[in-house]
Antibody, heavy 123, light 108 residues
């Protein structure tokens, strides 16, 4: 059974930094692209970033490009999101999500999600 | 960027009745459309992908239809556990993957 567990969410001041982690188990981690998706209070889901199975190809939403960095450690079966220059509008629950099909970031949907970790950006 | 628009924002339906939720794309996404269910405090759950294929373990009362720009999620006979928020997502043109704003299905 696929299991994803996010951690690292916290209260941080505007301009601050935070690193989220997502520990994965129950599947061959390096065979699947992984993504971060967030849900801000009172809003819908927003895709944030994706990375291929080997960690060589990454993509970002325009809203986080240049501030967030996605990475993965396949030996630890862990996905990361380094968030810098945080803004109030980054306040959200952040979910890691596994793609359904394979290692490439592409035409694919998210078949497994973690429970999420809350990031609050406020002074 | 493809904009996904869901309607209605809130749908009130009685248990045992049928519910139909709509999702419209700003341009064709072919059949590269997924539906997710999110209960309060829970992670989203994949229900439907490729517009009409049920994900593993999803009951047959959930069905998806449509292609191009117009899509529908139908729940044939609502159970108590079905009252949640539903999102559509396109994965035809990426990045970014884009979601609709959600439809809240509530008990009438």
């Amino acid at each position: 059974e696929v299991h994803l567990l996010e951690s690292g969410g916290d209260l941080v001041q505007p301009g601050g930094s935070l690193r989220l982690s997502c520990e994965a188990s129950g599947f061959t981690f390096n065979s699947y692209a992984m993504n971060w998706v967030r849900r801000a209070p009172g809003k819908g889901l927003e895709w944030v970033s994706g990375i291929d199975g080997r960690g060589f190809t990454t993509h970002y939403a325009d809203s986080v490009k240049g501030r967030f960095t996605i990475s993965r450690d396949n030996s630890r079966t862990t996905l990361y999101l380094q968030m810098n220059s945080l803004r109030a509008e980054d306040t959200a629950i952040y979910y890691c999500a596994k793609v359904r099909v394979g290692p490439s970031v592409g035409r694919d949907m998210f078949d497994s999600w973690g429970p999420g970790t809350l990031v609050t950006v406020s002074s | 960027e493809i904009v996904m628009t869901q309607s209605p924002a809130t749908l009130s339906v009685s248990p045992g009745e049928r519910a139909s939720l709509s999702c419209r794309a700003s341009q064709s996404v072919n059949n590269n459309l997924a539906w997710y269910q999110q209960e309060p405090g829970q992670a989203p759950r994949l229900l439907i992908y490729d517009a009409s294929t049920r994900a593993t373990g999803i009951p047959a009362r959930f069905s998806g239809s449509g292609s191009g720009t117009e899509f529908t999620l139908t729940i044939s006979s609502l159970q108590s556990e079905d009252f949640a928020v539903y999102y559509c997502q396109q994965y035809n043109n990426w990045p970014p993957y884009t979601f609709g704003q959600g439809t809240k299905l509530e008990i009438k």
